[in-house]
């Protein structure tokens, strides 16, 4: 079981930057992957970004030259840095970690939201 500590989000003007950051622990080995996705109000959730302990990175074309996603392997965390926010960044935005080809696990999310 792995379990996932989010932090970070709130408030942020258009144009503006927040850092997310989450935390993993529990049992740990391997290959694995973590990242982040968003859900909008009224909306499916959605990939923002994703990082394998490799350090290969995706991003979603929405966000790609504004967000940047990094990890410290040593720390299991994953952090999200948010520049450039729009409305439409809008969300509560989830960590996701997966290891072994087949475990998901959530984090509890956290709002981000942008607006003036």
């Known amino acids: 079981q792995v379990h996932l500590v989010e932090s970070g989000g709130g408030l942020a003007q258009p144009g503006g930057s927040l850092r997310l950051s989450c935390a993993a622990s529990?049992?740990?080995?391997?290959?694995?992957?973590m990242g982040w996705y968003r859900q909008a109000l009224g909306k499916e959730r959605e990939l923002v970004a994703t990082?394998?302990?490799?350090?290969?990175?995706a991003y979603a074309d929405s966000v790609k030259g504004r967000f940047t996603i990094s990890r410290d392997n040593a720390k299991n965390t994953v952090y999200l840095q948010m520049n450039s926010l729009k409305p439409e960044d809008t969300a509560v935005y989830y960590c996701?970690?997966?290891?072994?080809?087949?475990?998901?696990?959530w984090g509890q999310g956290t709002q981000v939201t942008v607006s003036s």
């Open positions: 529990g049992s740990i080995f391997g290959r694995n992957a």
């Open positions: 990082i394998a302990n490799s350090g290969s990175t």
């Open positions: 996701w970690f997966t290891q072994g080809g087949s475990n998901d696990y």
